[in-house]
């Protein structure tokens, strides 16, 4: 039995190795898909400078056709030298007038090849989409399935490795499941990620989220904000309550119009009762690094449990409120929902 508990390990660490690959696989397909779209693209641009050129090229013709009508005109006070120009002029007209035929079919023909460019490459985008959500449910069912099955050892880190591929996989759906990727609406987001976690969770723990109305951010900025909910939230469930003590993870997304501040409150233990995830933490050093990269300041504080805040640097030196602004009397905490 004790020599059975380090094979499991290993196959544990076996499994997390397979599925970095399987990642890394997948990275690589997005990747050569993306090569693959850049031809079609500068196609279309070409394409797009022909079809500029044909209506420089009809702007011309309808300019030299109003020379001649203007020829027409004069020819009036000129009858004799002007019906021989005249005659001249309905040739050069009628040559025109067939070039003009000629340029327009060109057009309309360059029109249909970009349309047909333009579906293929929605087609090719849909399919990128399509696997990439299917290979992140396919490594979240394998992990869930890992998860039935692993020791209590084991089920730590398959649980990080899950809450971190939601927080991947929940900006990839947003973005892509409306048909519009280019931003992500934070508070959406962070409730839709929490729900997510608080299923990996005991039934005597409770995730709550509330959220200010934030403008939509863009995906990198939504990762960094998912990963570090993610983390904060995961490493509070695991270390907050310990021996089967039922409790909260609050979670507050604060601001005017921009974010300001991210606030994820547990009414646990503590980090200085002895919480495995300490400031210098792995956890830890993931939140700071991710804050560093949205430009944000990290502060924890302790009392009736433990606050991070990841505070938005130059928040207040652009119109917003302060944080304490969105809490009453003050409170350092987020409220809480039941």
């Known amino acids: 039995m004790t020599e059975s508990l380090p094979d499991e390990a290993s196959g544990s660490r076996t499994q997390t190795a397979r599925l970095r690959t399987l990642v890394a696989q997948r990275n690589r397909t997005i990747l050569k898909l993306t090569a693959r779209l850049r031809p079609l693209q500068d196609r279309v641009r070409e394409l797009e400078a022909e079809a500029a050129g044909l209506r420089r090229q009809l702007a011309e013709a309808a300019r030299r056709e109003n020379e001649l009508r203007r020829t027409m005109g004069r020819a009036d006070s000129e009858r004799g030298e002007a019906e021989q120009a005249l005659h001249l002029s309905y040739e050069e007209l009628e040559g025109l007038a067939v070039q003009v035929e000629e340029q327009n079919s060109q057009l309309l023909a360059a029109n249909a090849r970009i349309a047909q460019i333009l579906r293929d490459n929605q087609a090719l985008l849909a399919e990128v989409h399509h696997r990439v959500r299917n290979n992140f449910q396919a490594i979240v069912s394998s992990i869930r399935l890992k998860l039935r099955r692993a020791d209590p050892a084991a089920r730590a880190p398959l649980i990080d490795v899950l809450g971190r591929i939601h927080a991947m996989a929940l900006v990839h759906e947003l973005l892509f499941g409306e048909g519009a990727p280019s931003t992500v609406q934070p508070g959406r987001y962070l409730s839709s990620l929490c729900r997510r976690l608080a299923d990996l969770a005991r039934a005597d723990l409770l995730v709550s989220v509330e959220a200010d109305d ?16 993610t983390e904060l939230v995961v490493n509070a469930l695991k270390h907050a309550f310990p021996e089967d003590r039922p409790g909260t993870v609050s979670v507050a997304l604060r601001g005017r119009g921009i974010w300001d501040e991210i606030i994820v409150h547990d009414d646990g233990i503590g980090l200085s009762a002895g919480r495995c995830d300490s400031r210098a933490g792995v956890g830890l050093v993931l939140v700071r690094k ?8 990290v502060t924890i504080e302790e009392g009736n449990g433990t606050t991070v805040s990841i505070c938005r640097q130059g928040g207040r030196n652009h119109g917003l ?5 969105h809490r009453p009397n003050g409170d350092r905490r987020p409220p809480r929902r039941e």
């Open 321 to 325: 409120a302060s944080p304490a602004q």
């Open 290 to 297: 991710m804050a560093w990269q949205i430009g944000a300041d």
């Open 214 to 229: 934030i403008e939509p951010v863009d995906p990198e900025t939504a990762l960094s904000m998912g990963t570090i909910v």
